[in-house]
C-alpha cells in the first residue's frame, strides 16, 4: 500500500462544493421537522456554508438554487460569499415548483411552457455571468405516469433542441451539467432517466456539456462505479451530486449507508484522473437533512468524502495492476480492501493540524457556540425549497 505521506499531494486537490438547500428545513412528504437558527435568507445560507469549510477546508464553494436561492443584486452576492472565504459555484435551474410545469419544463408539449422553461435557464445563464459560476446543472422533474400519457420519442426531440438553445447562450468558460434521475416525480417514465440518455444529449451539444451523476439516483444494485469509470474514460462525467440511499432518493449523508460504495466509486475517480490537478470534475454534496442539524450533517459527509478518497488514494495500484493481470482474483480483491480497512482517521487528523485546521473539525465546530447564536439569532427559519 501507499503511504499517508504519498498521498497528501493529491488528498490537497479534493474539494466539495456544499448546496445551499442543505441547510434549510426540510423534510419527507410525510412532515417537516423545523430546527432552531434554520436560515431565512441566502445569506444566512451562505454563513452557514462558510462554517463548513472554516473547520474543514473542504468546501470552499456553495451551490445555489434558482430561485429557490433569488437575489436582486448577485454582484452583491458573490461578494457577500467571498467576506467569508466562499466562491459561489454551480447554478442548479428549478423548473419543478412551478404550476406551470405540471405537464413538463424543457420537454413540454406546449410550446409557451417551454419558451418559459428555457427563459428561466436564459436567467440562470445571465446570474452564472454575475457570480462568475462556471456549471449550469440542469435536472428536470419532466416524465410521466402512465403509459401512453406522452409521446416518449417527441420529447427526446423536444427536449434535444431545448438542450441546444440553452448550451448556445453559455460563455467559452461555462458548462452544463445534465443530471439523470431513474424515477420519482414521475413514476412511469422519466425524460432524463438514465446517464445513457444524460450522455446522449450532451454528446450532441459539445464538449462543455457533460453528465452529472446523483448517487442517489439509480434502481436499487446498481453498479455506480462501473458507471464513473466508462464516463471519465468518455471525457463526459462533469459533476457528481454526492449523497447516501438505502432505498430511493434518500438524500442522507454522504458514505452513511453504504462508505464501501463511496470508496468503490473513488478508486475508479482516481484511475479516471477525476482527482488530477488538470480535471474539471466537480464534486458537490446534494443532501436533505430531515432531522439532524444541518451544519453538523454536512461536516459529516464532506469529511466522509475525505476519509473515503484518502483510502483510495492508499490503493496499491501498481500491485493490483499485477494480479489483475495475472488473473490472480483473491489477490486483486484483497489488494483492493487492504486500502479499504485502512483506519484513516489519526492521520487526517494530524494532516490537517499541519495546515492549521483543527484535528476533529466535528467537536470543534460543536464546541464553537456557533448553533447556539443561530438558534437565539435566527426566528422563523426557511424550508430548503421542497413544498415551500
Ligand atoms: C433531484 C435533485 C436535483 C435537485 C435536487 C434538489 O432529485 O437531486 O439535483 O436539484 O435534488
Ligand atoms: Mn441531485
Ligand atoms: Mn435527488
Not at 419543478?96 to 435557464?121: C, E, M, N, W
Not at 462505479?225 to 463526459?236: H, S
Amino acid at each position: 500500500m501507499r503511504t499517508f505521506a504519498e498521498i497528501t499531494p493529491q488528498l490537497e486537490n479534493l474539494a466539495v462544493e456544499v448546496p445551499s438547500w442543505a441547510y434549510g428545513n426540510s423534510g419527507t412528504r410525510f412532515k417537516v421537522f423545523s430546527t432552531p437558527g434554520t436560515p431565512r435568507t441566502v445569506q444566512e445560507k451562505i454563513d452557514d456554508a462558510a462554517q463548513v469549510h472554516l473547520h474543514t477546508g473542504l468546501a470552499p464553494s456553495v451551490a445555489l438554487h434558482i430561485p429557490w436561492d433569488s437575489v436582486d443584486d448577485y454582484a452583491a452576492l458573490c461578494r457577500y460569499a467571498e467576506d467569508r472565504g466562499l466562491r459561489l459555484g454551480t447554478v442548479n435551474s428549478n423548473t419543478f415548483q412551478d404550476d406551470t410545469y405540471k405537464f413538463g419544463s424543457l420537454t413540454a408539449a406546449d410550446p409557451s411552457v417551454r419558451q418559459k422553461a428555457i427563459d428561466h435557464h436564459l436567467a440562470c445563464v445571465d446570474i452564472m455571468n454575475e457570480t462568475g459560476s462556471r456549471d449550469l446543472k440542469i435536472w428536470l422533474a419532466d416524465g410521466s405516469n402512465y403509459p401512453g400519457q406522452n409521446d416518449l420519442r417527441q420529447r427526446q426531440e423536444t427536449l434535444a433542441e431545448s438542450l441546444a438553445t440553452i448550451y448556445a447562450a453559455l460563455g467559452d468558460e461555462q458548462r452544463l451539467v445534465l443530471e439523470y434521475k431513474f424515477f420519482e416525480p414521475a413514476f412511469y417514465a422519466t425524460d432524463v432517466p438514465d446517464w445513457g440518455t444524460s450522455y446522449v444529449h450532451v454528446s450532441e451539444l459539445g464538449d462543455r456539456a457533460k453528465v452529472c451523476l446523483d448517487t442517489g439516483h439509480h434502481a436499487p444494485g446498481t453498479n455506480i462505479e462501473f458507471i464513473v469509470a466508462q464516463l471519465l474514460r468518455l471525457g463526459k462525467l462533469g459533476a457528481f451530486d454526492f449523497n447516501s440511499r438505502f432505498y430511493a432518493d434518500d438524500d442522507l449523508i454522504v458514505g452513511a449507508a453504504d462508505p464501501f460504495q463511496l470508496y468503490r466509486i473513488m478508486v475508479e475517480v482516481i484511475r479516471g484522473g477525476g482527482l488530477a490537478p488538470d480535471s474539471d470534475l466537480a464534486f458537490m454534496l446534494d443532501q436533505c437533512h430531515n432531522i439532524e442539524d444541518k451544519i453538523p450533517g454536512q461536516i459529516r459527509s464532506v469529511l466522509n468524502v475525505q476519509e473515503m478518497t484518502a483510502r483510495a488514494l492508499l490503493l496499491d495500484r501498481e500491485a493490483l495492476t499485477k494480479a489483475q493481470a495475472a488473473n490472480d482474483v483473491l489477490a486483486a480483491n484483497d489488494i483492493l480492501m487492504d486500502a479499504f480497512y485502512t483506519d484513516v482517521r489519526p492521520e487526517l487528523a494530524s494532516w490537517r493540524q499541519t495546515k492549521g485546521l483543527p484535528a476533529d473539525p466535528m467537536s470543534t465546530f460543536l464546541e464553537s457556540g456557533y448553533l447556539q447564536q443561530i438558534a437565539s439569532d435566527r426566528v422563523g427559519g426557511q424550508q430548503a425549497g421542497w413544498g415551500a
